[in-house]
């Protein structure tokens, strides 16, 4: 691939500088001069060998951090199977393995071929189905076509780094139920305390030695839960083309992976959010009793009314994995500076930047409105059950299709959203800072 070429060269640019400057800090160090078992330096060789020393030092640095990127490039080609951002560890597929995208699943179904042999006269019903993580196409702009002559269809380019989703921050499990029961936690006391082995009668009181003493007693903490239904809830869009886009395979590709994937999960990113339970569909996280509120306070930048959500979390037992914010919010939080104009997020900017804000992972999404954010541990909090992953049907038995040489390409996924522990949760409202 053109990236992973890009980022070898830039590997290789980047160890050829080091090893250059290591060079030019060992000749300057054979320059110095050793008087009585002491080395005599002047300011000039000083300056010069702790230069050299630095600049090789941030060469190193940007080695090991572009390694990193070229590793988190390779976890995010990597079928579904790898450890959630929930859980803090990124595995590493084996270097020689084969990556497909849905498009090529399709195309190379046996059921896309033998429709393709007989010219798709036989109105296909074609399905392929994707496990676990989006696949994005780039695609933009409208085609105009010259009525004469022949013409030949680009591929559209594939992008090799993925977005990252809402569900990216959630450990995920299979299930084959219609709905899953659980239980909600809402109050936790914790009385647990040391307990000695021995009392006096009053179990409270030193023991005395006499037989009337007894043993401790553990104390008992209570915990109190309510049962809750949640529903497996379906996200589905339809989008209808001509059926001359099958025998087109390159335009196919990009048009699923691109538009009818990135549909469902655009809306699951909604709907993780602000869905409105009533028993067929899931109850998103701003609408579950129990989550945690945190108004920012005008003096503070908004970095640090993120700094004061987390600590409420905190105070609640858990740790918090994931921030969910607008694009436009999380620009606010990069670009802020601090008195000495130095941006006050610290992010390696400049090779394989990773999006997080106060050690905890970052998706930015048009789901969250400006004024509001989401932070949280994922994971402990929450958990996504998938029924049925991403998938992708054809036909052209819809309406009055037959007649008008038109296909119908439905998108689907079927999943389900717990909450047993909302406290874990934090939903924070910006309030600008006070300049």
Same mark, same amino acid.
């Given at each position: 691939?053109?990236?992973?070429?890009?980022?070898?060269?830039?590997? &290789? #640019? +980047?160890?050829?500088?080091?090893? @250059?400057?290591? $060079?030019?800090?060992?000749?300057? /160090?054979?320059? *110095? %001069?050793?008087?009585?078992?002491?080395?005599?330096?002047?300011?000039?060789?000083?300056?010069?060998?702790?230069?050299?020393?630095?600049?090789?030092?941030?060469?190193?640095?940007?080695?090991?951090?572009?390694?990193?990127?070229?590793?988190?490039?390779?976890?995010?080609?990597?079928?579904?199977?790898?450890?959630?951002?929930?859980?803090?560890?990124?595995?590493?597929?084996?270097?020689?393995?084969?990556? &497909? #995208? +849905?498009?090529?699943?399709?195309? @190379?179904?046996? $059921?896309?071929?033998?429709?393709? /042999?007989?010219? *798709? %006269?036989?109105?296909?019903?074609?399905?392929?189905?994707?496990?676990?993580?989006?696949?994005?196409?780039?695609?933009?702009?409208?085609?105009?076509?010259?009525?004469?002559?022949?013409?030949?269809?680009?591929?559209?380019?594939?992008?090799?780094?993925?977005?990252?989703?809402?569900?990216?921050?959630?450990?995920?499990?299979?299930?084959?139920?219609?709905?899953?029961?659980?239980?909600?936690?809402?109050?936790?006391?914790?009385?647990?305390?040391?307990?000695?082995?021995?009392?006096?009668?009053?179990?409270?009181?030193?023991?005395?030695?006499?037989?009337?003493?007894?043993?401790?007693?553990?104390?008992?903490?209570?915990?109190?839960?309510?049962?809750?239904?949640?529903?497996?809830?379906?996200?589905?869009?339809?989008?209808?083309?001509?059926?001359?886009?099958?025998?087109?395979?390159?335009?196919?590709?990009?048009?699923?992976?691109?538009?009818?994937?990135?549909?469902?999960?655009?809306?699951?990113?909604?709907?993780?959010?602000?869905?409105?339970?009533?028993?067929?569909?899931?109850?998103?996280?701003?609408?579950?009793?129990?989550?945690?509120?945190?108004?920012?306070?005008?003096?503070?930048?908004?970095?640090?009314?993120?700094?004061?959500?987390?600590?409420?979390?905190?105070?609640?037992?858990?740790?918090?994995?994931?921030?969910?914010?607008?694009?436009?919010?999380?620009?606010?939080?990069?670009?802020?500076?601090?008195?000495?104009?130095?941006?006050?997020?610290?992010?390696?900017?400049?090779?394989?930047?990773?999006?997080?804000?106060?050690?905890?992972?970052?998706?930015?999404?048009?789901?969250?409105?400006?004024?509001?954010?989401?932070?949280?541990?994922?994971?402990?909090?929450?958990?996504?059950?998938?029924?049925?992953?991403?998938?992708?049907?054809?036909?052209?038995?819809?309406?009055?299709?037959?007649?008008?040489?038109?296909?119908?390409?439905?998108?689907?996924?079927?999943?389900?959203?717990?909450?047993?522990?909302?406290?874990?949760?934090?939903?924070?409202?910006?309030?600008?800072?006070?300049?």
């Amino acid at each position: 691939m053109a990236t992973a070429t890009a980022d070898k060269s830039f590997l &290789k #640019s +980047l160890k050829t500088q080091l090893a @250059e400057k290591s $060079a030019e800090a060992e000749r300057i /160090a054979g320059t *110095f %001069k050793e008087e009585n078992g002491a080395f005599v330096i002047s300011t000039e060789q000083k300056s010069a060998y702790v230069k050299a020393v630095r600049d090789a030092q941030e060469i190193k640095g940007l080695i090991d951090a572009a390694s990193g990127a070229a590793d988190i490039g390779t976890y995010l080609d990597a079928p579904e199977g790898g450890t959630p951002a929930a859980a803090q560890h990124y595995g590493s597929p084996q270097p020689d393995a084969e990556f &497909k #995208s +849905l498009g090529d699943m399709f195309v @190379e179904s046996d $059921a896309y071929k033998r429709a393709a /042999a007989a010219e *798709f %006269k036989d109105r296909p019903f074609i399905r392929a189905e994707m496990e676990g993580k989006s696949i994005f196409s780039l695609s933009a702009g409208t085609q105009t076509h010259q009525a004469l002559g022949t013409g030949q269809e680009l591929p559209l380019t594939e992008l090799r780094r993925r977005k990252m989703h809402i569900r990216d921050l959630f450990p995920k499990a299979r299930t084959k139920a219609a709905f899953l029961m659980g239980v909600r936690e809402t109050g936790w006391v914790n009385n647990a305390a040391q307990v000695k082995e021995r009392y006096a009668a009053d179990g409270v009181s030193p023991a005395t030695g006499a037989d009337s003493d007894v043993f401790g007693r553990a104390p008992r903490s209570k915990l109190t839960l309510e049962p809750v239904m949640y529903p497996v809830a379906e996200i589905a869009h339809l989008i209808d083309s001509h059926k001359s886009i099958l025998s087109d395979d390159s335009r196919l590709k990009s048009f699923i992976n691109g538009r009818m994937i990135e549909g469902v999960k655009f809306a699951e990113d909604y709907d993780l959010l602000h869905s409105v339970g009533d028993g067929q569909k899931l109850t998103g996280l701003f609408n579950v009793p129990g989550v945690q509120q945190y108004t920012g306070d005008a003096k503070d930048k908004y970095s640090v009314q993120i700094r004061r959500a987390i600590t409420k979390s905190l105070l609640a037992e858990y740790e918090p994995t994931g921030i969910v914010l607008s694009p436009t919010m999380w620009e606010h939080v990069e670009v802020e500076e601090d008195d000495t104009g130095a941006f006050r997020v610290a992010l390696q900017v400049a090779v394989g930047a990773t999006k997080q804000v106060w050690r905890i992972n970052v998706v930015e999404t048009t789901a969250m409105p400006d004024g509001k954010y989401l932070l949280g541990a994922f994971g402990m909090g929450a958990q996504l059950y998938d029924r049925e992953n991403v998938s992708v049907t054809v036909s052209s038995e819809n309406s009055d299709n037959f007649e008008r040489g038109v296909i119908t390409f439905r998108a689907d996924e079927r999943l389900s959203l717990e909450v047993p522990r909302p406290e874990s949760f934090v939903l924070g409202t910006w309030t600008a800072p006070t300049p």
